[in-house]
């Protein structure tokens, strides 16, 4: 096939949730009924051999959390689904921010008896911010839940789009009997842990069908009413709406019960977009140009511990990738020619010989590649768009065993290069490394990850600073006489940016008044580059 074809197959798109509305069930059963894995594992039996497929980190493993993203590639209908499933913990926003700059649209699952709750806001702003395509999925319909009427107006408030329904439940809990697919005239019927239905299975053909209003009596008598008052009031699903992020098509399962999943993975093939243009410094770069053109997106050690490794996750904006072929840094001008570029299945890794744009490729290095580098076949392009956020809560580092100083330094740099924290070298030779987090959880995983990857038992001290700056200026000297002035506050994060650490808001308006030709910024793009913006 040429590019353009490749290209036209291509569906990108990250799952996003509140925790526990059931996503990383979800993303197994998406696997499930696309063929891509055999067996799902179980969320919630912490202790048995399986676990989710989309969970590979020990400590999610024991805490049955997601806190990493993680990446899959599975085909379906001719199409190559790229699923990225992120943290829905809202500890790990940064990260799932980071992913959402990597993708062409999102999937939003929705507890069904929650409705919407406060994570799934931050990342739906996110989405509206890029105008993001978004499905929903409003899953566990087999229990009870709310109106699914109020349901829709609360996403509809939250969203600032209109939701266009492809289906509507028919009862929930024990009265759950199905849902009524409004874009076929048909009603699939809900049996619980069925497995994949083809069209002739369990369908119920037309509204006015009597086997309807027979077997589900009073549950279908209120289903029709609403599908009445949706018919007439509910917008017309609009595809040009839908992919300029105006309208999201609803949909309702129950993914625990493999319910609804696969109207879902339909229904990404049919309306997801396939990869589109993206914007550089310089141009914008096409995805079906004939060269080579890609953003690491993200960082993430040790995925194999036996192999100490770090793997650059990769987003190809554009043209061909093929195994063996020289790319250039360009941050660095330097060359590289990696012969062992692999695609994802949860765990699994398969040595990868081609890409095409819209697809995610993970590149094993040692530091070469950080967040935010752009590969290409010889142009220097510069991406943008991806970000750090200044932190909220701070907490100083020691180890236990001063002989482990250096295993220390090294996890931490690499934990700070993928951005699972942000790590801060004080100017003062003697300070001890300063962690900045914007959850508390954070903390705990990068604790756990230092003792189970680089065999380093650290200690977690109280910090005084309660915010952070990145800190540029017009004028050097300027910057100079601050950092002189301040140097026990300055410190400097993994791409040595300088940084100011602030005890209080009053001590960050005094250094703004005293000095104005310094610029104070709540976010850094990769590379040390900052935004400019309010502080």
């Avoid at 096939?1 to 569906?11: H, L």
């Avoid at 100083?396 to 295993?407: C, F, G, N, S």
């Amino acid at each position: 096939m040429s590019i353009p074809q490749e290209v036209a197959r291509r569906r990108t798109f990250a799952i996003i949730s509140h925790p526990d509305a059931g996503k990383t069930t979800l993303t197994e059963k998406l696997l499930l009924f696309a063929g891509a894995i055999q067996i799902a594992g179980s969320v919630k039996a912490r202790k048995a051999s399986r676990h989710a497929s989309s969970d590979w980190m020990e400590i999610e493993k024991q805490r049955g959390i997601s806190v990493a993203s993680s990446v899959m590639q599975m085909e379906y209908r001719d199409c190559v689904i790229n699923l990225l499933d992120t943290p829905g913990h809202q500890d790990f926003s940064e990260d799932t921010y980071r992913v959402l700059t990597a993708v062409d649209a999102a999937l939003m699952v929705i507890d069904a008896a929650n409705g919407v709750e406060p994570q799934t806001v931050r990342l739906l702003q996110v989405c509206r911010a890029r105008n993001t395509p978004i499905i929903t999925f409003i899953n566990k319909l087999d229990r009870e839940v709310r109106e699914p009427l109020e349901l829709l107006a609360e996403i509809e408030s939250h969203l600032g789009m209109d939701t266009v329904p492809f289906s509507w439940p028919i009862g929930m809990g024990k009265s759950f009997g199905g849902v009524f697919d409004m874009r076929r005239d048909r009603m699939r019927v809900f049996r619980p842990g069925q497995e994949r239905l083809s069209d002739s299975d369990d369908v119920i053909e037309g509204l006015d069908n009597p086997e309807i209003a027979e077997k589900y009596g009073d549950a279908f008598a209120k289903a029709r009413e609403e599908i009445g008052l949706l018919t007439e009031a509910a917008p017309v699903f609009d595809r040009e709406a839908f992919l300029a992020g105006k309208q999201s098509p609803i949909l309702f399962g129950s993914a625990i019960n493999n319910f609804g999943v696969q109207e879902v993975l339909d229904a990404l093939v049919e309306q997801a977009p396939q990869p589109g243009s993206r914007q550089a410094l310089e141009r914008e770069v096409k995805p079906d140009e004939p060269k080579f053109s890609g953003v690491v997106f993200k960082v993430q050690a040790n995925m194999d511990p036996a192999h100490r490794d770090r793997v650059a996750f990769l987003r190809v904006c554009s043209g061909k990738f093929e195994r063996g072929m020289r790319m250039k840094v360009a941050r660095t001008g330097k060359e590289i020619k990696p012969n062992n570029v692999v695609t994802f299945m949860s765990q699994r890794r398969e040595l990868l010989e081609d890409a095409y744009a819209g697809d995610i490729i993970g590149i094993p290095n040692h530091g070469v590649l950080q967040l935010g580098d752009v590969l290409t076949e010889g142009e220097s392009l510069r991406f943008t768009g991806l970000p750090f956020f200044a932190p909220e809560l701070f907490q100083a580092v020691e180890v236990k065993d001063p002989l482990r100083t250096k295993q220390l330094r090294t996890g931490l740099t690499q934990l700070g290069e993928e951005g699972a924290i942000q790590v801060f070298r004080p100017e003062a030779a003697s300070g001890a490394l300063l962690l900045g987090a914007v959850g508390q959880l954070q903390f705990e995983v990068v604790a756990h990850r230092l003792k189970t990857e680089y065999g380093v038992d650290a200690r977690m001290l109280p910090s005084r600073y309660i915010m952070a700056r990145w800190i540029t200026s017009d004028s050097p000297a300027a910057l100079r006489k601050f950092m002189d002035a301040n140097a026990a506050h300055i410190a400097y994060d993994v791409v040595d940016a300088a940084a100011f650490l602030i005890g209080s808001p009053a001590q960050l308006r005094v250094a703004e008044e005293l000095y104005p030709d310094v610029k104070f910024h709540a976010m850094r793009e990769h590379g040390g580059k900052v935004f400019s913006g309010k502080a």
